[in-house]
């Protein structure tokens, strides 16, 4: 093996890819204890089983770009999505989505402005749900909320129906059902928490 190939430069293009160190070592064939020896000698920090995997899911880096120099109106959207997902997203940690469900259509397309236009998430980061009561018409409350997100009915997949909640008003107000939308990506997560952390370190 040419030890050029151990070089600074050649180590760190490799590892960046998402490359683990065993996997690294096979390409440069060599033993992975001689990846770490240069490693260390370089001082290239390791990364966490979680990071390695983040680079492997994005080959081509993050799939969302923050818009700097906010309007007016860009800020106002970016605290109503940040109060949104703190009202109303998925508070469990380790989903690496952003989740938001609802029953109005409005709160929803907010919310996807949010990831859009502040955020700049890829289309194809989006996924979306809906779930109905087994008295509503699955395939009416497809078509309402593909009309109302501008997006093709068939982004829904298969509809889950529930049984009916008792009684009250809660059914008229979902008669199209609950529609739930994420946007995927742990690292974009991560970050929309933190900034909520922060806000409420502050002002709570």
């Avoid at 490799?14 to 770490?36: F, H, I, M, R």
């Avoid at 078509?143 to 501008?150: G, H, I, N, P």
Wanted: overall charge positive; glycine content about 6%.
């Amino acid at each position: 093996m040419d030890i050029n190939q151990l070089s600074k430069t050649n180590l760190k293009a490799l590892y960046s890819k998402g490359l683990s160190l065993t996997e690294t070592a096979k390409v440069l064939s060599c033993s992975p204890n001689k990846v770490v020896y240069w490693m260390k000698k370089y001082s290239i920090k390791r990364r966490s089983h979680s990071e390695a995997s983040y680079i492997k899911q994005n080959p081509n880096g993050d799939p969302f770009r923050i818009k700097k120099n906010l309007t007016k109106d860009d800020i106002l959207l970016y605290g109503l999505g940040l109060g949104i997902f703190w009202g109303e997203g998925n508070k469990n940690p380790t989903i690496p989505s952003l989740r938001v469900a609802n029953t109005d259509p409005n709160l929803i397309k907010v919310f996807l402005a949010f990831l859009k236009s502040i955020y700049g998430l890829s289309e194809n980061r989006f996924s979306y749900s809906i779930v109905c009561f087994n008295d509503v018409d699955s395939e009416k409350a497809r078509s309402f909320w593909a009309r109302e997100l501008r997006i093709p009915p068939q982004k829904f997949g298969k509809i889950t129906v529930i049984p009916k909640q008792g009684k009250g008003t809660y059914k008229i107000k979902s008669i199209f059902g609950v529609c739930t939308v994420q946007g995927n990506n742990s690292k974009l997560r991560k970050l929309v928490s933190v900034k909520i952390e922060t806000l409420v370190k502050k002002y709570a």
